[in-house]
Structure formats: structure tokens, C-alpha cells
């Protein structure tokens, strides 16, 4: 961060007044938000989940007692929540959240989605839209956890933090004007955050970074100076989309998005100072029909600074067939690895594959679940499941699949008009479904 150093100064007077707004509103960057707020019951229209939530004991110690309504007595309580995106964090250990009238709903469940803790910020601090795993929150692990409340309609651009599993949260307001694109933690301590400003505004990316744990950012490349994000190799006023990024560590990161429609990918070897194109990635001869592309979020699987993958789709017409681009070398090299999959239509014509290692995937086509461990040479189609069937049904929107191990794995699925939503599990590797 040494080299990034001199970025505050210019930045210091253009974001005082802010800031002490910002001061004045929130109390201080690093000053304690009320603790979370009490479940309640969401609006009938948007009932669908039914969780059982517990209140955490640790709000005692932090000089707030819990409710001493007869509910909370028992400690636990039931509730309907519209939920609209998860993250696992372990085998047994996964969050959830939705967005009811500007709330924040965040939960995190230890045993398998059979109780959950409500670890929403407080109520005080608005959400126009809810935040997506990636891009605007982003966990390490069960108590280091960040949220970016991104300004449409709701104020300044803040980042939430928490250290304690979301028993406290603190805030910090972020210098960046754009909407924030992706966010991404190498560590406790070192993180990044990708805005993008409005098209009027030039739509200019700007890359800020934190050495602090979110409590401070600075800007390493755009912001306050006109310098393209990705240098030469991505030039100023060209505006990407469908942007994603990961940290393997603090120095050498990736960002993905689509350039004039085609997929690409870029890297930094110093933090994010700077970045070249890795032009090894896609090559266009490789695809000869394809009307358009999708290209998915680079990541690394659990465990690994040397292995990852980034789905990309092609489209023709009103179907789209997905590929996966795979790394063995920290991200130096990547090999197409062309999947043995029919081609995608409906209402879930852009759901990527989801691999847990380079080797070992799933998907979901019609109602059925398919298995590779080949890295999709070959893929397995496996039993029918009553449930899950029945589920797709009357929630046909596939939102997120994802496996944590070969075993276990959470699936969202919606209705079409996304008003309501189930969070199943399996605990066989797809074989059978139960709704948590």
C-alpha cells in the first residue's frame, strides 16, 4: 500500500465534507451501529421461506438484553422471509438474505439451515436494493464479513464491516461516487472494491483498496485521476460489463468482464497498481455460431491459490451452451474446457455450471441434476427427485446452486415474479433435495 500512499492526500480535501456529513449522520466511520434488529414477520405478499431464528446470547454481552417478549423467552421463533441469495460457508454453516421495505434481512445458520441468527444491520441504515454476494457483500468466513450499501436513493456509498459474526457492526464511508461493481477480501485486512461511474459522468472504473480491514480506502487507479483502470490494455472511455474480480493475495488479483461483447480477463501482480490483459484467455476462432457471450465470475476454489475457473456462455438466439475456463497455474495459463451439455433455453437460459474443484461439478437442466468429474467431458445424470421436481414447479427460477463439498450443497430457487423464494439442501450430492 506504500505506493498508494500519496492518492489519500490529493483525495483529502474533496472528501472532508463529505465525511463530515457522513460524521454527522452515522455518528463516526468507526463508530458502533446499534445492534441487529429483531426478525419480524415480512409482508404477507412475500411470504414463501419459513425459517426458525434464535436470538443470539452474545447480545447481552454487548449491554443490549434480548426481547422479553413470551417468543423470545423460548429464544427461538418462526418467520417467512423472501430470500434472494445465499453464500455457504462451510459443510454446516451458510448466509441468507433478502430485502423487505429498505431492510437488510441477513441470517447465518451453523447446523444446516435448522435454526438461524438474524445478523442484520440496524434498521436505520437503508437498502434500495439488495446486495449480491460478490459484488456488494462478501464474507471470509463466519465472523469477517463486509457489505457495501451502494448509493441509489439511499445517500452516500457506505461499507458495513463486522469482525464478531454480525453481533456489532461499524461503518466506514467510501470515497468512491460510482456504483460499486465487485468487492473482494484477500484477507481480514486487505480488500478491493470496483465502481463504475454513470455513463454520463464517462463511466469511468475506478479501483480502491483497504490495508485497514475496511476501515479506510484509498484509490490505487481512477478515482480523482484520469487514469484507465486497467492501463493500455483497457482504454479510457471503452466501458466494460458484467464485471467480477478475485484476490488469491494481496498483490496478485483478476478482473473479468465483457470488452466489446467478448469475454476478457486482466491481471495485477502489485495490489492493483497496475493491470495487463491476459490475452491467452479466450480466443474468438474457438467459436464460430455464437450470436453473443456470458461470461460468469472468476474464482479460485476453497483452498487454492493456484486452481480456479470462469464459466462463459454462447448464445444463439434464444439458447445458450456454457464452456468453463480452468487454471492450474495461480492464473498464468487457462484451458477451455469444452462442456458435453445441451444447449439452455427459459427462464434459466444464463444458469452457470457450479464446480467445487477443477475436476468435480454440477448443473441443473429441466428439473434434472447433472454430475461431472471429469471437468465436464462427460456429465451424469442423476435420479430423479420427487421433491425437487415438485419444488421446480411452483418456483421455476434456478437463482444460485452451489456446492461446499461433494455432499452438501443449498440451491435458491424463485417465482417468476422473484416475490418469493426456497432455499433447499442436499446432504447426497444432488441425489435429493429438502427445503431448509
Known amino acids: 500500500m506504500q505506493k498508494a500512499r500519496w492518492f489519500g492526500l490529493s483525495l483529502w480535501h ?17 463508530s458502533e451501529m446499534p445492534p441487529a434488529a429483531a426478525p419480524v414477520q415480512d409482508d404477507p405478499s412475500e411470504e414463501g421461506q419459513t425459517i426458525t431464528v434464535i436470538n443470539p446470547e452474545s447480545s447481552e454481552n454487548q449491554g443490549n438484553p434480548a426481547a422479553t417478549s413470551a417468543e423470545n423467552k423460548n429464544n427461538r421463533y418462526q418467520i417467512q422471509t423472501r430470500l434472494t441469495d445465499f453464500q455457504l460457508l462451510s459443510a454446516t454453516t451458510g448466509l441468507a438474505w ?6 437488510l434481512r441477513l441470517y447465518i445458520t451453523e447446523d444446516n439451515g435448522k435454526t438461524w441468527t438474524n445478523i442484520s444491520p440496524a434498521a436505520s441504515v437503508p437498502f434500495s436494493t439488495t446486495p449480491e454476494y460478490g459484488k456488494d457483500i462478501f464474507f471470509l468466513d463466519p465472523d469477517h464479513g463486509f457489505i457495501v450499501r451502494n448509493p441509489a436513493g439511499s445517500g452516500d456509498t457506505i461499507v458495513l464491516r463486522t469482525t464478531d459474526g454480525g ?36 463511466g469511468q472504473k475506478s479501483l480502491y483498496a483497504t490495508d485497514d480491514g475496511a476501515q479506510s480506502f484509498e484509490a490505487l487507479l481512477g478515482g480523482t485521476d484520469p487514469v484507465s483502470l486497467l492501463s493500455s490494455d483497457h482504454p479510457a472511455g471503452t466501458l466494460g460489463t458484467d464485471p467480477s474480480m478475485a484476490f488469491t493475495s494481496p498483490l496478485r488479483g483478476f478482473v ?10 486482466y491481471m495485477t501482480q502489485n495490489g492493483g497498481l497496475t493491470w495487463t490483459q491476459n490475452k491467452q484467455f479466450f480466443s474468438l476462432d474457438k467459436y464460430k455460431t455464437c450470436d453473443s457471450f456470458t461470461i460468469g465470475n472468476v474464482s479460485f ?40 451439455l445441451s444447449w439452455q433455453t427459459g427462464l434459466n437460459e444464463k444458469l452457470t455450471p457450479t464446480f467445487l474443484t477443477r475436476n468435480e461439478g454440477w448443473t441443473i437442466l429441466d428439473s434434472t441434476v447433472y454430475y461431472t468429474s471429469d471437468q465436464g467431458t462427460s456429465w ?3 435420479p430423479d427427485n420427487e421433491k425437487l421436481i415438485e419444488t421446480l414447479k411452483g418456483y421455476p427460477v434456478i437463482v444460485k446452486l452451489q456446492f461446499f463439498t461433494s455432499r452438501v450443497g443449498w440451491l435458491l430457487v424463485a417465482k417468476e415474479d422473484q416475490q418469493r423464494s426456497l432455499l433447499m ?6 441425489r435429493s433435495w429438502q427445503v431448509l
Not at 472532508?16 to 468507526?30: E, F, H, Q, R, S
Not at 484477500?186 to 472494491?193: C, F, P, Q, V
Not at 473479468?256 to 480477463?265: F, H, Q, R
Not at 439442501?425 to 444432488?430: L, P, R, S
Open 256 to 265: 473479468s468482464e465483457k470488452m466489446d461483447g467478448l469475454p476478457t480477463l
Open 380 to 382: 451424469e445424470p442423476l
Open 425 to 430: 439442501q442436499t446432504k447426497d450430492g444432488g
Open 14 to 30: 474533496k472528501l472532508t465534507g463529505t465525511a463530515l456529513v457522513l460524521v454527522l449522520l452515522l455518528t463516526a466511520c468507526t
Open 301 to 340: 476454489f476453497s483452498g487454492s491459490t493456484k486452481e480456479g475457473w470462469i464459466p462463459v456462455g454462447c448464445s444463439r438466439g434464444n439458447s445458450t451452451k456454457f464452456n468453463g475456463y480452468f487454471t492450474e497455474d495461480a492464473g498464468d495459463t487457462w484451458k477451455l474446457a469444452q462442456f458435453k
Open 98 to 103: 433478502g430485502n423487505t421495505r429498505n431492510e
Open 167 to 202: 453481533v456489532t457492526w461499524k461503518v466506514t464511508s467510501f470515497p468512491g461516487t460510482g456504483e460499486v461493481k465487485a468487492m473482494v477480501f484477500a484477507d481480514s485486512a486487505n480488500g478491493w472494491i470496483l465502481s463504475e461511474g454513470s455513463p454520463r459522468e464517462g
